[in-house]
C-alpha cells in the first residue's frame, strides 16, 4: 500500500525550473531518502510534502487524501529539522507537549507519552531541562521525540544530521533507523550524504537538477546505476569506454574497447554498436603483480568463457588508507583505473599489474 | 621590545589606555553625579560650597503641585507612546521582516526617519500638519502623536534585530506540530521575540519622558511636560529643586536599565 504518493510535481521560482515532473511513491513503513547534491531539490520536495512549499502543478496524496492544497499543520506530520528548531524558551517536557496540548490529548495521557518517548529516544530524566543545557546529540533526539510523540502518519527529516561530528554522526545514522523500524512509521530522509543514504533507507532517490536520476534500492542504486551521474556520485568507481560487440542472453555483453574485449554486464536491450562506458567499483578488482601472474603484456581482456577479465597496466600512484592501499593504475589505452588493495601487501609505483575483476561486476552505462 | 608587542604582560600603552578610558568615563559622569549631590544640598542656591545633607529640595518638589502634574503628565504621555508602540512597532518590524519584498530598504528607511530627523524639524513639520487638520494644539492628542512618532524607531529596531535573530524554522516546527498561524505566533515567536519588544519599550519610555523639543512646540495649553515645567523653573530659580528633579529623572533612566538587565539581559540589546 503505498503511503504517500507525489504524483508529478512542478516547482518553479521565476525562471528557475526547480522540480521538474517528480513522481515517487513510498509504501507504509518505507525509509525513502532524498539524495543529491545542493540545488538539485530535494529539499524543495521534502517542504513540498511538508506544506510549506506549493507546487504549481501535481498532486501530493497522503494514502488516499489529496493534501496538495491542505496548510503544514492539517497534514499530521513529523518534521525534523537541521537546526533542530527546538523551543529554547521551553524545557524538552514543553517541546514534546507542545503537539499534544495542539491536538488537544489529555493532560494524564499527555505525559504518559512524554514519558514513553523520552524512554524511546534514551532522555530519561531530561525532562526538566531547557534545549541550550543539552548538546547538539541530545538536542537531535528531543526534535526527533518531538516529531514522533504526536504519532504522525509521516516523519520528515531535513538533513538531521549535518550539524554532528562524524563519530556521532555515524551512531546517529544508526539510532535514527533502529527507531524507525521499530516505531514502523513513514519516513522521507533529505540528505547530500550518500554513505548516510546507503546504510539507512530503504529506497534512495538521486537527483540532480530538479529531476530524478534513479529511484531504487541501496544495492541498486550502487551495482546498477542509471547514469554516469548516479555511478559517479554514489561511491568510487571507474569506467572504460567502448562499443557493444555482441549481446550474451539476457544481460550479458561483449564490449570492444581500447584494451581489449570485455565482458560485461548491463541492462537488457543494449544494441550491438552502441557507445557504452563499462562501470567497475574499486573493490571489485583484484591485482597480482605482473610477474607474479605470467601473464604477458597487454594479453587479450577477457578469459575466454570464465566470465573473468584481466587488464594489464601499471601503477602510476598509490595512497594508504589505514583498511586499504588506493591504487591508481594506467592501462594501456591511458585509462586510469582505481583499485583497493589489500593494504599490507602494496604495490610499487611503476610495477606492472594485471587487474582482475568479474563480468557480473560490472555495469554498463549510456554514454 | 617596543609597544604593546608583547602577549599578555601589561605595557605602558595599556596603562595608558586605561587611564584614558577612566578619564572619559569620569568626564561623562562627573555632571550627573554633581547634580545628585547638589539635590542633597541643604543651601539655597544650586551652587558650590556643598552646606549639608538635607531632602528639603525633594520635599519641596513633592509639595509643588505644577511639578507633581507636569511629572504624571509625562509618565501618561509617556506610557501611552510606549504602549501603542509595542504594538505598532512590533506589527511593522513584522512586516519588514516577513513580508516586505521590493521595497523593504525603503520601507525601513522610512520607520527609522524620526531618529535621523532632527526631532525639531518633526516638531514643526508635524505642528504645520495638526493646524492644517485643524487639531491644532488644543488637545493633548498633538504632543501624544508626536511622542509616538520619535519613539517608534526604539520599539522597531529593537523587534527587527530580534526577528534577524531568529531562526524561523522554529515556527515551521510549530506548524508541523499543528499548531495554526495565531498560535504559533503566540507560542514561539512572540517569545522569542519578547526581549527586543520589552528592551525597545523602556527606551520608547525613558526618551518620551525626556523629549523637550517635541514637546515644547506641541504641547497643548496649561498642561506641561516635567522637561518644560523644569526648563519653566529654572528660568525664574535658582535653588536645588532643579537638581532633585534631575536627580529622580536620572533615578528612573537608572532603575529602566536595570529592569532590562534582570528581565532579558543586557546583552540582547543589539541594533
Known amino acids: 500500500m503505498t503511503a504517500l504518493t507525489i504524483d508529478r510535481i512542478n516547482k518553479r521560482y521565476g525562471n528557475l525550473h526547480i522540480l521538474k515532473d517528480i513522481s515517487i511513491p513510498i509504501g507504509q513503513g518505507e525509509f525513502v531518502s532524498l539524495l543529491g547534491p545542493s540545488g538539485c531539490g530535494k529539499t524543495t520536495t521534502l517542504r513540498c510534502i511538508a506544506g510549506f512549499e506549493r507546487p504549481d502543478t501535481g498532486r501530493i496524496l497522503f494514502g488516499e487524501r489529496d493534501v496538495t492544497r491542505a496548510l503544514p499543520e492539517q497534514r499530521d506530520i513529523g518534521m525534523v529539522f537541521q537546526s533542530y528548531a527546538l523551543f529554547p524558551?521551553?524545557?524538552v517536557a514543553e517541546n514534546l507537549s507542545f503537539g499534544l496540548e495542539v491536538r488537544k490529548v489529555a493532560p494524564a495521557d499527555r505525559q504518559r507519552r512524554i514519558a514513553d518517548v523520552l524512554a524511546m529516544v534514551r532522555l530519561e530524566g531530561y525532562d526538566k531541562r531547557y534545549p541550550r543545557e543539552l548538546s547538539g546529540g541530545q538536542q537531535q533526539r528531543v526534535a526527533l521525540a518531538r516529531a514522533l510523540v504526536i504519532e504522525p502518519s509521516v516523519l520528515l527529516l531535513d538533513e538531521p544530521l549535518a550539524n554532528l561530528d562524524a563519530t556521532l554522526r555515524d551512531e546517529m545514522r544508526f539510532f535514527i533507523r533502529d527507531l524507525q523500524q521499530r516505531v514502523g512509521i513513514t519516513s522521507i530522509y533529505v540528505t547530500h550524504d550518500q554513505a548516510e543514504a546507503m546504510v539507512m533507507s530503504d529506497k534512495i532517490v538521486v537527483m540532480n537538477a530538479g529531476t530524478i536520476s534513479q529511484f531504487g534500492s541501496p544495492r541498486e542504486i550502487y551495482e546498477r546505476p542509471a547514469s554516469q551521474s548516479v555511478a559517479g556520485f554514489i561511491g568510487r568507481s571507474?569506467?572504460?569506454?567502448g562499443k557493444i560487440a555482441e549481446a550474451l542472453g539476457q544481460d550479458g555483453y561483449k564490449v570492444e574497447t581500447p584494451c581489449g574485449s570485455i565482458g560485461a554486464t548491463g541492462p537488457a536491450g543494449l544494441s550491438k554498436g552502441a557507445e557504452v562506458k563499462i562501470m567497475i567499483r574499486p573493490e571489485n578488482i583484484s591485482t597480482r603483480s605482473q610477474a607474479a601472474s605470467g601473464h604477458q603484456q597487454g594479453a587479450g581482456?577477457?578469459?575466454?568463457?570464465?566470465?573473468?577479465?584481466?587488464?594489464a597496466g601499471s601503477v602510476v600512484n598509490s595512497v594508504y588508507q589505514g583498511s586499504a592501499n588506493q591504487l591508481a593504475v594506467k592501462l594501456g589505452s591511458g585509462d586510469r583505473v582505481i583499485v583497493d588493495v589489500n593494504g599490507r601487501n602494496p604495490l610499487e609505483v611503476g610495477e606492472q599489474v594485471a587487474l582482475r575483476f568479474a563480468a557480473r561486476d560490472t555495469w554498463l552505462l549510456a554514454s | 621590545m617596543t609597544g604593546a608587542t608583547s602577549g599578555v604582560e601589561k605595557t605602558i600603552w595599556d596603562r595608558l589606555f586605561t587611564v584614558l578610558v577612566a578619564a572619559i568615563y569620569i568626564f561623562l559622569m562627573f555632571p550627573i553625579v554633581l547634580v545628585v549631590l547638589l539635590s542633597f544640598n541643604s543651601g539655597e542656591f544650586l551652587a558650590f560650597p556643598l552646606e549639608g545633607f538635607s531632602l528639603r529640595w525633594f520635599e519641596a518638589l513633592f509639595s509643588n503641585k505644577r511639578f507633581l502634574d507636569a511629572t504624571l503628565y509625562s509618565i501618561q504621555i509617556a506610557a501611552t507612546s510606549?504602549?501603542?508602540?509595542?504594538?505598532i512597532g512590533t506589527l511593522a518590524a513584522i512586516y519588514v521582516a516577513r513580508h516586505a519584498t521590493v521595497a523593504r530598504d525603503y520601507i525601513r528607511l522610512?520607520?527609522?526617519?524620526?531618529?535621523?530627523?532632527?526631532?525639531?524639524?518633526?516638531?514643526?513639520a508635524l505642528l504645520f500638519y495638526f493646524y492644517e487638520i485643524r487639531i491644532g494644539t488644543d488637545y493633548s492628542i498633538g504632543i501624544q502623536i508626536g511622542h509616538i512618532v520619535v519613539?517608534?524607531?526604539y520599539v522597531f529596531l529593537n523587534v527587527s534585530s530580534a526577528l534577524f535573530n531568529f531562526d524561523r524554522s522554529q515556527e515551521e516546527a510549530a506548524r508541523s506540530l499543528g499548531a495554526g498561524g495565531w498560535m504559533t505566533f503566540r507560542r514561539v515567536t512572540l517569545p522569542a521575540i519578547k526581549p527586543g519588544i520589552i528592551t525597545g519599550c523602556l527606551f520608547a519610555f525613558v526618551i518620551s519622558f525626556d523629549i523637550f523639543n517635541i514637546s515644547l512646540l506641541l504641547k497643548s495649553l496649561g498642561s506641561n511636560t516635567l522637561p518644560l515645567e523644569l526648563f519653566d523653573y529654572l528660568r525664574f530659580n535658582f535653588d536645588p529643586t532643579a537638581a532633585a528633579i534631575a536627580s529622580l529623572s536620572i533615578f528612573m533612566t537608572f532603575a529602566a536599565i536595570l529592569i532590562i538587565d534582570r528581565t532579558v539581559g543586557l546583552r540582547s540589546l543589539r541594533f
Request: aromatic residues 2%; without cysteine; charged residues 10%.
Open chain 1, 89 to 91: 524558551h521551553m524545557t
Open chain 1, 238 to 241: 571507474n569506467t572504460i569506454s
Open chain 1, 301 to 311: 581482456a577477457e578469459e575466454a568463457g570464465s566470465g573473468e577479465n584481466v587488464l
Open chain 2, 82 to 87: 510606549t504602549i501603542v508602540n509595542a504594538v
Open chain 2, 110 to 124: 522610512i520607520m527609522t526617519a524620526p531618529l535621523l530627523v532632527p526631532e525639531i524639524l518633526t516638531a514643526i
Open chain 2, 151 to 153: 519613539t517608534f524607531p
